[in-house]
T-cell receptor, first 114, second 114 residues
Framework: DAKTTQPPSMDCAEGRAANLPCNHS???????VYWYRQIHSQGPQYIIH???NNETNEMASLIITEDRKSSTLILPHATLRDTAVYYC???????????????FGQGTILTVHP | NAGVTQTPKFQVLKTGQSMTLQCAQD?????MYWYRQDPGMGLRLIYY???????DKGEVPNGYNVSRLNKREFSLRLESAAPSQTSVYFC?????????????FGSGTQLSVL
């Protein structure tokens, strides 16, 4: 799996967009970018994933650069409840246990301020 | 719909004691996983079960055993607990047969071994 690099921490004002970057310069052509978050003391929660096109769902948007070496997770209107650790994971898409072997790095601690 | 349920939520053991962490999912998922998370670190896979009747080792299996009791339940056993096994344990599941699946996590078991 490609290694990812994320800033250890970021701050954001409530109501503003939170833009979380992730570098994955060794990503392969068949590797997907996944984002999960973990709110204090809870289990990780899936946010979004993509291969090369930008993706949007009810929680966030994912912007992947054309060379796929980096991506940005965007929370359009951050709230205090978005304070969490955000994990960027690059993994080969596939069913079965290969998917389950997600490698969670240290992630980015996002703190949303009032 | 409860999702992934773990019991107990908290447990304190003495070195050498044994215990079993329970996990059950009600989403008819085929694959189930056990992770541990240590302070300041990401999640590490202990064991997984691709389907009922099968189990395999993950990254850090030493000191643990698992049982896939049926499709719903996947338990993690510590035969002789050690202080190094103090951690937060998460169970997760997914369908295990489709592309780009997301993992569903339980709320965790906080284990302290004295």
């Amino acid at each position: 799996d490609a290694k990812t690099t994320q800033p250890p921490s970021m701050d954001c004002a409530e109501g503003r967009a939170a833009n979380l970057p992730c570098n994955h310069s060794t990503i392969s052509g068949n590797e997907y970018v996944y984002w999960y978050r973990q709110i204090h003391s809870q289990g990780p929660q899936y946010i979004i994933h993509g291969l090369k096109n930008n993706e949007t769902n009810e929680m966030a948007s994912l912007i992947i650069t054309e060379d796929r070496k980096s991506s940005t997770l965007i929370l359009p209107h951050a709230t205090l409840r978005d304070t969490a650790v955000y994990y960027c994971i690059v993994r080969v898409g596939g069913g079965g246990t290969s998917y389950g072997k997600l490698t969670f790095g240290q992630g980015t601690i996002l703190t949303v301020h009032p | 719909n409860a999702g992934v349920t773990q019991t107990p939520k908290f447990q304190v053991l003495k070195t050498g004691q044994s215990m079993t962490l329970q996990c059950a999912q009600d989403m008819n998922h085929n694959s189930m996983y056990w992770y541990r998370q240590d302070p300041g670190m990401g999640l590490r896979l202990i064991y997984y079960s691709a389907s009922e009747g099968t189990t395999d080792k993950g990254e850090v299996p030493n000191g643990y055993n698992v049982s896939r009791l049926n499709k719903r339940e996947f338990s993690l056993r510590l035969e002789s607990a050690a202080p190094s096994q103090t951690s937060v344990y998460f169970c997760a599941s997914n369908i295990g047969q489709q592309l780009n699946e997301k993992l569903f996590f339980g709320s965790g078991t906080q284990l302290s071994v004295l």
